[in-house]
Every structure is written in C-alpha cells, then in structure tokens.
C-alpha cells in the first residue's frame, strides 16, 4: 500500500492486562520505526527494525516492552502489564516513497490504561 | 549526544502576520535537519527538509525553514499566517553517519495557533 497502516486505532485496558499494537508498512520498505507521543513529552523513540531484527532498540522503556517484525513486513509492539503511565499515542513510521530521509507516520494507537 | 530543543511550547500569532518557529539541535555529525507537522486528529505530515545546499529551505504549504550552522538553529517562518496553519511543530534532526536510516531525535513540538 501507499501508507502505513495502524491498529486499533484506539484501545482502553486496564491496568495490568498485555496489549499488541500492530502496524502494517509501505509496502518494500525494509525499514520501521516506533514512537510514543505522551501529552507535553513530544515524540519518544522506541525502537527501529532493518527488515526483522532491531539494530536499534535503545528506547524501549522497560522490559514490559518488545515488539516484533516478521516477514520484513507486519510489526507488533508488546506491552506486557500496562501501566497507566504507558498511556499514549503510539506510532508507526516508514521512510517514505519520496526519500529515505523522509519518515511516513501512521495515525497511531491511541492507548488508555486505566 | 544527539537532540533538539524547541524553546517555545506554544507560539500565538494574529492571522496575516509572519510567524517563527525555533528550533535548536545538536549533533555530533552534520545534521539532517526536518519539520514536520500534526494537525489535530490526524498523523505526522512531512513539511520541508535540509540535509545539505543552500541554507533557505522551502516547503509545503509556503513554510520555509533557514539553517544557520553557527547558532545551531533550523527555524521555521512564514511570511503570512494563516488560521488554517494551527498546528503542533515538531522539529527533528539526525546525523550523517552511519546508516541513512537511522533514528529521528524529535523536539518537544510547539503548539502554533493562528487566531483570525
């Protein structure tokens, strides 16, 4: 496709309970990034796949979080017993068609943890 | 260390005025140096870019950024304002070492809001 596509686009949990968040990206792209944009914060790296493995994955903020690729395609970010303060939009990024030095955002999962 | 610092959480301008945006980063390497902008309920957009050449950027929607390597600085400008223009900014850099798809280091953002 010509976008990256996220999901859910919104998910309320509970506190303690696991959440998957998904992204779908450009299509040939090898490169995927993750962000988390919390209220007055900006946006926060969390992790970067080069096709499936993560050269980068400095931003992760505790081990509740992971996140896998498979297929050099489809991403899932994993947060294991959420917290309220893991509540936040959450992104997805591509480098775009018109240049690798130019990121394409996805809409986001919006997470509330409650 | 590499990042970027925007001063201004929020900036106010009347509708028709010029309007500036600062922005600040450091790097280790020369910098690659982006805007770009959420308008609300909506993803990040791409605005406009400078990763080398002449200094005066320009991009969508008449936003034009000026790098200064001396002062560190990528500000965002426009000539004239407009309501349509309120938006959170988001200034980012990398450097030009090492892979060209490495991470972006975002600023905070910048509230803009354009009154009429």
């Known amino acids: 496709g010509a976008g990256v596509s996220q999901s859910p686009s919104n998910k309320v949990t509970e506190k303690g309970k696991d959440v998957e968040l998904r992204c779908d990206p450009i299509?040939?792209?090898?490169?995927l990034y993750w962000y988390r944009q919390s209220l007055g914060q900006g946006l926060e790296f969390l992790i970067y796949f080069q096709g499936n493995s993560a050269p980068d994955k400095s931003g992760l903020p505790s081990d509740r979080f992971s996140a896998e690729r498979t297929g050099g395609s489809v991403s899932t970010l994993t947060i294991q017993r959420t917290q309220q303060e893991d509540s936040a939009v959450y992104l997805c990024?591509?480098?775009?068609?018109?240049?690798?030095?130019?990121?394409?955002f996805g809409a986001g999962s919006r997470l509330t943890v409650l | 260390a590499q990042s970027v610092a925007q001063p201004e959480d929020q900036v106010n301008v009347a509708e028709g005025n010029p309007l500036t945006v600062k922005c600040t980063y450091s790097?280790?390497?020369?910098?690659?140096l982006f805007w770009y902008v959420q308008y609300p309920n909506r993803g990040l957009q791409f605005l406009l870019k400078y990763i080398t050449g002449d200094n005066l950027v320009k991009g969508s929607y008449g936003f034009e950024a000026e790098f200064n390597k001396s002062q560190t600085s990528f500000h965002l400008k426009k000539p004239s304002a407009l309501v349509s223009d309120s938006a959170l900014y988001f200034c980012a850099v990398r450097d030009d070492r090492g892979s060209t798809l490495g991470r972006l280091y975002f600023g905070r953002g910048t509230q803009l809001t354009v009154w009429p």
């Open positions: 299509s040939g792209h090898t490169a």
């Open positions: 990024a591509c480098p775009s068609v018109s240049g690798a030095n130019v990121l394409t």
């Open positions: 790097v280790s390497g020369n910098p690659y």
